[in-house]
Nanobody
């Protein structure tokens, strides 16, 4: 069982930045592709970004390209989502997830999920 713990959410004004982190004690962390998803109130789950097992390949949904950056540190078993130029439409609960598939951009491809962290962007 892979346990994932997100941190770094909060309230920020439009145009601001937040840095989300996802940590795990899983020793085989490097064997998983890692992704971030979000779910806004009244909406379905949305893919945000993912990073492959080696960290060299990344994928983003179009609405965050150029604003968000995903990275991983296999030595520290962490994955980070740096979010810049935030917009009110980025408001959602953000979830970290782990997948044995690489690449992985669909929720069905992810087996392990964190509890989520709230991001709120005010206009």
């Amino acid at each position: 069982q892979v346990q994932l713990v997100e941190s770094g959410g909060g309230l920020v004004q439009a145009g601001g930045s937040l840095r989300l982190s996802c940590a795990t004690s899983e020793r085989t962390f490097r064997n998983y592709a890692m992704g971030w998803f979000r779910q806004a109130p009244g909406k379905g789950q949305e893919f945000v970004a993912s990073v492959g097992m080696s960290g060299s390949s990344t994928y983003y949904t179009d609405s965050v390209k150029g604003r968000f950056t995903i990275s991983r540190g296999n030595a520290k078993n962490t994955v980070v989502l740096q979010m810049n130029s935030l917009k009110p439409e980025d408001t959602a609960v953000y979830y970290c997830a782990a997948s044995v598939f690489d690449p992985a951009t669909r929720p069905v491809e992810y087996e392990y999920w964190g509890q989520g962290t709230q991001v709120a962007v005010s206009s």
